[in-house]
């Protein structure tokens, strides 16, 4: 939050400066134009330039009165413009970096979730079941019990994808997906491995079966 804050002040003394550079200009200019107006107005009004036909229009002429009153407008001007924009202007900088930053971490989030996930079914893929497995195979050799992973193949997939399209063919298994879904434990993980094949990672098993492969330790069984 701090270091928000040091960024705000310094966006709003960086505008501040530039915005009064401009006010400073038209200082600069009315001076002259002053000058100038005081000037032209002595010599028409006595015919030259001296010191006394100079305070003689400055007292006599209402319009360099107001001429005069040009430079301390432009000072109040530049100061109070340059501090509301540099304000609004800091605000709407600090508003978007704060949705580039939110928008930076849901890509992240997204990359890391597709790097570990099946783009199709949204299911663990072969590579966060690789992970998975080492963790259950570690808990499992602390505690002493099975693990076990079971690996399904659907039968003449191939033909389902020849004969009806691939759309048909994706549709197939988000519905195999879904009722695998159905029937898996929560304390389970089900995984696509890729093309047809799925996986079941089985986090606690009381016997191996024949249709699975047991780990015990991390070890498998015959």
Known sequence: MDKVKLGLKKNVRILKSSVNRHAVYGLIISVIAIVVATLVNCYTATGTISLDGISFVQKT???????????FVFLL???????LMAYEASSMIMAQTGELRSERASLEQRVMHESTHDNLTELP???????????????????????????????????VNDTLGHFAGD???KQVALRLIGVVRDCDTLARMGGDEFAILLTRVTQAKRSCRAFSGGLARP
């Open 61 to 71: 002429l209402p319009a360099l009165w107001f001429l005069d009153t040009l430079p």
């Open 77 to 83: 001007w530049g100061q109070y413009v340059g501090t």
């Open 125 to 159: 893929n072969r590579v966060l079941l690789h992970d998975l497995l080492k963790q259950a195979a570690n808990i499992a050799i602390r505690h002493k019990h099975d693990i076990g992973l079971v690996i399904l193949d659907m039968d003449r997939f191939k033909e």
């Open 171 to 173: 549709r197939l298994l």
